[in-house]
């Protein structure tokens, strides 16, 4: 089982970017398809965006279509979100986790998650 740690959130004024990154332990990690997923206050969990473990496929929500990109280092067990073009509506806790396809769904194995907080 993988063990994840994110890092990179923050607070950032609308139209601005972040970069994320989710760093697992464990040999498996280039094994496994990769996603990003959030929670904004009050609201369910949700799909942001997700990577093939060999990088070929990638898939992303709507919301974020065009304004987020997601890509990996296998040599570095890290998977990244670039975030640009931010919205408060982005305003979530950020996850990644590994998942059964690059649309989902996720497999466990929750990091504590990053903040990111977009300022109107």
């Known amino acids: 089982q993988l063990q994840l740690v994110e890092s990179g959130g923050g607070l950032v004024q609308a139209g601005g970017a972040l970069r994320l990154s989710c760093t697992a332990s464990?040999?498996?990690?280039?094994?496994?398809?990769m996603g990003w997923f959030r929670r904004a206050p009050g609201k369910e969990r949700e799909f942001v965006a997700g990577?093939?473990?060999?990088?070929?496929?990638?898939y992303y929500a709507a919301s974020v279509q065009g304004r987020f990109t997601i890509s990996r280092d296998n040599a570095k067990n890290t998977v990244y979100l670039q975030m640009n073009n931010l919205k408060p509506e982005d305003t979530a806790v950020y996850y990644c986790?590994?998942?059964?396809?690059?649309?989902?769904?996720?497999?466990?194995?929750w990091g504590q998650g990053t903040q990111v907080t977009v300022s109107s």
């Open positions: 986790a590994p998942v059964r396809s690059v649309m989902g769904p996720p497999l466990g194995s």
């Open positions: 464990g040999r498996a990690f280039s094994n496994y398809a």
């Open positions: 990577i093939s473990w060999n990088v070929v496929s990638t």
